[in-house]
């Protein structure tokens, strides 16, 4: 049983652009979250999908954006990047009952020069 | 707001047992997480409590809650060099819409000495 994946592994962009980074679910999970995690700090969380819909978001501003697929994956849409977006971007996946126990993928590390 | 508070670091030799501290400020967070998150990798979830729990013990793992302090620790004993990674506490709090996220605390680096 696959876990949690996420691509790329790592990615460089340059301030002003767009980037999109992906999340699939462990199996049998519906609810995805994203956490941005800086340099020497815990994650800090950024927004949940469950049924293709963005359902609860923390103070992120809206240049990042999201979506959540009918197969559950989701992606993260980060627009006009800046520098301090530089860092560690984690998917979780979770099961909506009971719990609700966040498992998280390796990660995707980029890079805002 | 909530916040979650650990101690920044924490140095043991192998074989010690290794105690590592959390204290959350949500009264209403019903579970509480530990993960580890070796160097450039994800976090790995170890073990997480209920709060209507006072303690949990998985293999060489111990976790204890007090809730009045809103304090929890985190014992490892038998401390390996693999142990050696940074530990996150993170309190599950229901938001709003009724859906649960994590806060975490700024994590403790826990070195392993041989």
């Known amino acids: 049983d696959a876990g949690v994946t996420q691509s790329p592994t790592h990615l460089i962009k340059t301030r002003g652009q767009q980037v999109t980074l992906r999340c699939s679910p462990k199996?049998?999970?519906?609810?995805v979250s994203w956490y941005q995690q800086a340099l020497g700090q815990g994650p800090q969380f950024i927004f949940q999908y469950y049924e293709e819909e963005e359902r609860q978001r923390g103070n992120f501003p809206d240049r990042f954006s999201g979506h959540q697929f009918p197969n559950y994956s989701s992606e993260l849409n980060v627009n006009a990047l800046l520098l301090g977006d530089s860092a560690l971007y984690l998917c979780?996946?979770?099961?909506?009952?009971?719990?609700?126990?966040?498992?998280f993928g390796p990660g995707t590390r980029l890079l805002v020069l | 707001g909530e916040d979650v508070e650990q101690s920044l670091f924490l140095s043991v030799r192998e074989g010690d047992s290794s105690v590592i501290n959390c204290t959350y400020t949500?009264?209403?967070?019903?579970?509480l997480y530990w993960y580890k998150q070796e160097p450039g990798a994800g976090l790995q979830l170890l073990t997480y409590?209920?709060?209507?729990?006072d303690m949990k013990q998985d293999q060489r793992l111990t976790v204890l809650l007090n809730k009045k302090d809103k304090h929890l620790s985190l014992r490892i004993a038998d401390t390996q060099t693999g142990d050696s990674a940074i530990y996150f506490c993170a309190e599950s709090i229901r938001g709003d819409t009724g859906r649960r996220a994590l806060t975490f605390g700024s994590g403790t680096r826990l070195q392993v000495q041989p």
């Open positions: 409590i209920f709060s209507n729990m």
């Open positions: 979780a996946s979770s099961f909506t009952s009971g719990s609700e126990t966040q498992y």
């Open positions: 949500d009264s209403s967070s019903t579970y």
């Open positions: 199996s049998g999970h519906d609810t």
